[in-house]
């Protein structure tokens, strides 16, 4: 038994990703979608400031040090920021897509214990589309791309219209976006290249 449930599993008749021809380049940074997104923005003091590379095909790298306010055991990084880690990064695959997609099921397997300070060296990829259904994995590792495995995750991301987020987001938040210039770029990224 492979221990992945069926949700996990790309069915049979699911389709290689297909990356976009305006996807970031290989080894650029894909800056922050959100300010006061806890995983990659600046705007927020105890968030990870995930800083994410897209990479070859439709695959990201990411970096994320892991700070005092991310601890959960004295001295260990806590197990849901790691989840958070690993979503965020799998979020990032969005803009290699140009579909927007958030996580609808995210299956998260702890190998290591992460100290503090440590570089975790993330990477993702989606591996199959199905429908709306975005199957992707990530890792992160302790030490470098090619350090030992400290999490893993299979996720299953769903893909969105952009009013996903306008119809169910606080409207003090939604207004802000859609008044920010740097944001309603973001936004027309996707809304260009449907
Ligand atoms: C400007 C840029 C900003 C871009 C901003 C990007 C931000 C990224 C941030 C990082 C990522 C996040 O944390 S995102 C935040 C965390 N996630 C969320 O808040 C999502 C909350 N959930 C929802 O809103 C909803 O449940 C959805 C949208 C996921 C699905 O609802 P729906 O749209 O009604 O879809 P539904 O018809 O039920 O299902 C469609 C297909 O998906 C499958 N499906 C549905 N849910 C699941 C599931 N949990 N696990 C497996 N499969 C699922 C169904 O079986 C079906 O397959 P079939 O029958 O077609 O085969």
Do not use: W
């Given at each position: 038994?492979?221990?992945?449930t069926t949700?996990?599993?790309?069915?049979?008749?699911?389709?290689?990703?297909?990356?976009?021809?305006e996807?970031?380049?290989p080894?650029?940074?894909?800056?922050a979608h959100?300010?006061n997104?806890?995983?990659c923005g600046?705007g927020?003091?105890?968030?990870?400031?995930?800083?994410?590379?897209?990479?070859?095909g439709v695959?990201?790298?990411a970096?994320?040090?892991v700070?005092?306010?991310h601890?959960?055991?004295?001295?260990?990084?806590?197990?849901?920021v790691?989840?958070t880690?690993l979503?965020?990064?799998?979020g990032?695959?969005n803009w290699?897509?140009?579909?927007?997609?958030v996580?609808?099921r995210?299956?998260?397997?702890?190998?290591?214990?992460v100290?503090?300070?440590?570089?975790?060296?993330?990477?993702?990829?989606?591996?199959?589309v199905?429908?709306?259904k975005i199957y992707?994995?990530?890792?992160?590792?302790?030490?470098?791309?090619?350090?030992?495995v400290?999490v893993r995750?299979?996720?299953?991301?769903?893909?969105?219209?952009?009013?996903?987020?306008v119809n169910?987001?606080?409207?003090a938040?939604?207004?802000?976006v859609?008044?920010?210039?740097?944001?309603?770029k973001?936004v027309?990224?996707?809304?260009?290249?449907?």
């Open positions: 038994m492979s221990g992945r949700a996990l599993t790309p069915p049979a008749d699911a389709r290689p990703p297909v990356r976009h021809p996807a970031p380049a080894g650029e940074v894909i800056g959100y300010d997104c806890f995983g600046g927020v003091p105890h968030g990870l400031h995930l800083e994410v590379r897209a990479g070859e695959r990201v790298t970096e994320f040090r700070r005092e306010a601890q959960g055991a004295p001295g260990l990084a806590h197990g849901g790691l989840a880690a979503d965020e990064t799998l990032s695959l290699l897509t140009r579909v927007i997609a996580t609808g995210l299956e998260t397997d702890y190998v290591l214990p100290p503090v300070d440590t570089v975790l060296h993330l990477d993702a990829e989606v591996s199959a199905h429908g709306r992707c994995t990530a890792t992160g590792r302790i030490g470098g791309p090619e350090g030992p400290a995750a299979d996720a299953v991301f769903i893909e969105v219209k952009l009013e996903h987020f169910n987001g606080r409207p938040e939604i207004k802000a859609l008044s920010d210039p740097d944001q309603l973001v027309r990224a996707f809304e260009v290249n449907p």
